[in-house]
């Protein structure tokens, strides 16, 4: 009997076969948000494993949110959680931009009730083990998805994110628009701040999600 207060997410079966799994169409065209450090591009294709979907080389992920709070919490969640403010050091030089998806995508929806069945759950976008949710990435992408919609781990109502598949790198297309993330964090209710003016203490990457 497995234990309820055990992590109960596993990868997937090699055998296990995903081209029925719940899916969602997402258009070419429409608008998503993306947190990262000001002079970067906006859509870059994580690769290294920091990030929670990420693929292997020659393909790599880029995280993107249906609104800018849900973008900002993936960079400010691990030390607001943590110790109930935001350090200002952490916003300095970071955007959200506004981007628009380059073409249609099928994503794998792990929000959907049919997910269960496959033997996904809610852990597969919490979990600090990556190792499981890219072995995830790699199966669906194995089986012709193209990105992964889920729920983002800082984001408890509707936020709602996707990791998007593409050749590993930067990509040099440009932000629709683009607005400071401490901006977006001050209308953030709750939120506090503070001007510590020391370096930040977490690793805070731009591709967390």
Known sequence: MVERNQPSQKPPAAELDLQHFPSRAILAGTQWKRAHRAEREPWFFASAGSGRFDLEEPMGTCYVANRAEGAAREVIGPEFISTGFVNRQLLKDRVVST???????????????????????????????????????????????????????????????????????????????????????????????????????????????
């Open 99 to 209: 981007v628009l998806m380059p073409s249609d995508l099928t994503a794998a929806k792990l929000t959907a009730d049919g997910a269960f069945a496959f033997g996904v759950s809610n852990e597969l976008s919490a979990t600090s083990d990556y190792s499981i949710c890219q072995s995830w990435a790699a199966a669906f992408a194995s089986h012709g998805f193209t990105a992964i919609w889920y729920q983002p781990r800082f984001s408890p109502a509707k936020g709602r994110a996707v990791a998007v598949f593409g050749d590993a790198g930067a990509w040099t297309e440009k932000p629709h628009e683009t607005t400071s993330l401490e901006s977006v964090v001050e209308r953030m209710p709750g939120v506090t701040i503070v001007d510590t003016g020391k370096k930040n203490s977490f690793d805070i990457r731009d591709e967390p999600m």
